[in-house]
Structures are given as structure tokens and as C-alpha cells.
């Protein structure tokens, strides 16, 4: 995605973070295709129930993998206070209360922190993302393009003008959601015929 943005001219201005792999592994693919035969065993026409449970399983897992965490509240060990304020500076900065629970401390903030959950993997997700913008804004250059969403483009143009099927990775298409729209601004449009 870097890449791309950098071909097409993009200033990058600020990185807050990032992790360099110098391999690429194909995790959770028996996963990944697991989930998406059993769509294709139940397609939401006739089974729309378990259709969506297992959607749900494979958007919950991926979801996980960039999960963040409010930090509202937390517990801290009087005997290793001054240890995790030396670690948490930004943090210990915004503790607004403190409350003696006998062998710890009670820390409370005012402003929601987020951290990475222990279990998330973010470079999968971020994969995924970039990914998908990739595929957007490839698509988004070569039609009269109107609105793009995550995962969705409208654009002025024939129904079908990109090319899809059903297949994982591939663009899909939903007669339900296309045809002919007004478009009033970002998320507000009107169908006004097919």
C-alpha cells in the first residue's frame, strides 16, 4: 500500500509505527477457506442463518487480530508502582484517581487510552486492509468513480463494468445494492431505479 501510494505520487508525512517482516507465511488459510466453503455450502438465500454465523465467525477472528482495549481502569502492585509509572509515563500523566485497595492501587483515567489486546496479530489485518484498498482505489481510477467505501465503490458507469465473481479475493457483486442512484453526500443515497 506504501508502495503504491508512493508510485502514484502520495507524500508520507508521518509513520507512528510499523513492523517490517522479511517472510510471509500463509496463517489461518485452511481457516480462511474453511469459512468460506461452508458460506458456499449455505448460501444466504436458503440458509440465511447459518450463512451469517459463519460470516460472523470469520469477521469476529478478524477482528480480533487488531482488537484495542480501553483502558479505564487498573490495577497496580504498591510493591511495583514506581516501576510501572517509569513504563507508562504518558499514562501515570492522565491518572485522575487513586484508590487504596490494600496491596494495590486503583488507577483511574479520565480520557479513554486504548492498548493492543494481548492477542492481537495487527500486521494480519493490516494486510487484509491494505489489501482492500489496494483493490478499491485500482478500481476507483479507471471509472467515473462517486463513492468508495471499505469494502464497496458506486460509480457512474454500466452495471457490471468490473469484473466479478463469487470467489474468495474476487470482487462480488449485489444487484440488491446497485443500479440507479441519486447521490445526496458519503452514505446518503437514493435508489431510483435498476
Avoid at 76 to 84: C, I, S
Avoid at 123 to 131: D, F, K, M
Amino acid at each position: 500500500e506504501l508502495e503504491l501510494a508512493l508510485s502514484v505520487k502520495c507524500e508520507i508525512r508521518d509513520v507512528h509505527r510499523f513492523i517490517h517482516y522479511e517472510k510471509s507465511f500463509p496463517y489461518f488459510k485452511e481457516f480462511a477457506q474453511w469459512v468460506w466453503s461452508e458460506r458456499k455450502k449455505h448460501p444466504k438465500d436458503t440458509e440465511p442463518f447459518w450463512n451469517l454465523m459463519v460470516k460472523l465467525i470469520g469477521n469476529s477472528l478478524s477482528g480480533k487480530w487488531g482488537q484495542q482495549n480501553e483502558i479505564g481502569g487498573i490495577y497496580v502492585r504498591k510493591d511495583e508502582y514506581d516501576l510501572w509509572c517509569a513504563k507508562n509515563p504518558k499514562l501515570d500523566a492522565q491518572i485522575e484517581y487513586e484508590e487504596d485497595m490494600g496491596t494495590h492501587w486503583l488507577l483511574r483515567t479520565d480520557k479513554t487510552v486504548k492498548e493492543d489486546a494481548r492477542h492481537s496479530f495487527p500486521i494480519l489485518i493490516a494486510y487484509i486492509t491494505s489489501y482492500a484498498r489496494i483493490k478499491l482505489y485500482e478500481e476507483m481510477v479507471k471509472h467515473n468513480t462517486v463513492y468508495v467505501d471499505t469494502d464497496s465503490i458506486k460509480y457512474i458507469g454500466l452495471k457490471r463494468e468490473i469484473e466479478h465473481s463469487k470467489e474468495l479475493g474476487k470482487w462480488g457483486f449485489e444487484p440488491n445494492k446497485s443500479g440507479l442512484f441519486e447521490f445526496f453526500s458519503p452514505k446518503f443515497t437514493v435508489l431510483t431505479g435498476c
